[in-house]
């Protein structure tokens, strides 16, 4: 495993006392907000803890409570807290005292590269949250505002989706190393969280459009049933459009290649021009409320597209 060297830590348990007689580096005082954020999403409600700089390199992480808590919790909060920073590609060290959060671990690195690709993968299927969006979340459109529900939805959808709250604890941090390799898996790490970012973006986008659809098909005539079922036949093209579009699929096959990534302008776009009639008989012939089906015409056209049928990994 190869991590960022550092000084050896010292060897008291217990957290320095900061006399503040030296200000902290920018680069320090940055990793500190962004390591509070982390760990303060962790803890239970109600617990507080403390970050400080670890001589001579690091941060330290402890419970700040006037009560400390059972031993068993704390070496649970901690690793817990360990667990989390450990993702943004940091090496961690914890027991029952406090975590030590120390140089960038390439380990860790790889493992958020995995992450960020298996979440990119599970973010080009817009099915789920197209039927979350026009669920409400289980509000009618009488009960308040168009725009408070549309609201809500998204935000809701949001904490779902889980990575913009997690990308949103890094920002205003800017992450560097100075040996090459680890620089080079950073910036990686950083392309990835882009691609993710923006793959949520576009998730939110339809979220809003199809919440705001449904309480407009509401205002016209009461039924929220049939204005759910109004908003999903009509976004149903696009939202479910794949490879099987010829358009989208004029790279080669390469062996173990998965499906090419479509966002959803792209599905839109796709979906609403007129190809050929064969790709028509593919998507209605495929698509069936969700759930795939083999056609005659899906086999016969599936070869055109240069895909043999490969599905995207699991992650």
């Not at 409570?65 to 914890?94: F, I, K, N, Y």
């Not at 593919?282 to 240069?306: F, Q, S």
Request: aromatic share 4%; net charge neutral; hydrophobic share 45%.
């Amino acid at each position: 495993m190869s991590v960022e060297p550092r000084a050896e830590v010292a060897p008291q348990r217990m957290p320095p006392l900061w006399d503040g007689t030296a200000p902290l580096a920018p680069e320090t005082a940055a990793q500190q907000r962004v390591v509070h954020r982390i760990c303060a999403r962790v803890v239970p409600e109600g617990v507080e803890i403390g970050v400080g700089e670890l001589p001579p390199g690091g941060l330290q992480v402890w419970i700040d409570t006037p009560v400390p808590p059972a031993e068993q919790e704390a070496w649970v909060l901690h690793h817990r807290m360990a667990r989390e920073v450990s993702l943004v590609g940091w090496h961690c060290d914890a027991d029952q005292d406090r975590l030590l959060v120390l140089g960038w671990s390439a380990a860790c690195l790889h493992n958020r590269v995995r992450l960020l690709q298996s979440g990119l993968r599970r973010l080009t299927g817009f099915e789920q949250t197209a039927q979350r969006a026009v669920q409400l979340e289980g509000r009618d459109p009488g009960d308040g505002p168009a725009a408070e529900i549309v609201a809500a939805t998204c935000a809701s959808i949001e904490r779902r989706l889980r990575w913009p709250e997690r990308l949103a604890e890094l920002h205003g941090y800017e992450r560097s190393s100075g040996l090459p390799h680890l620089q080079l898996l950073l910036a990686q790490v950083i392309g990835l969280e882009a691609k993710v970012a923006a793959a949520c973006e576009e998730h939110l986008v339809m979220a809003r459009v199809l919440a705001g659809a449904v309480c407009e098909h509401h205002a016209r005539h009461g039924d929220l049933r049939r204005a759910q079922r109004e908003v999903l036949a009509e976004t149903r093209r696009w939202v479910h459009a794949s490879s099987m579009i010829r358009g989208s699929a004029a790279r080669p096959a390469t062996p173990g290649a998965g499906r090419p990534h479509m966002g959803l302008a792209e599905r839109r776009i796709a979906a609403s021009v007129i190809n050929h009639g064969v790709i028509d008989s593919v998507i209605d012939g495929v698509i069936d409320n969700g759930a795939p089906r083999a056609t005659p015409a899906a086999v016969a056209a599936a070869p055109l597209a240069g895909y043999a049928g490969q599905e995207e990994g699991a992650g």
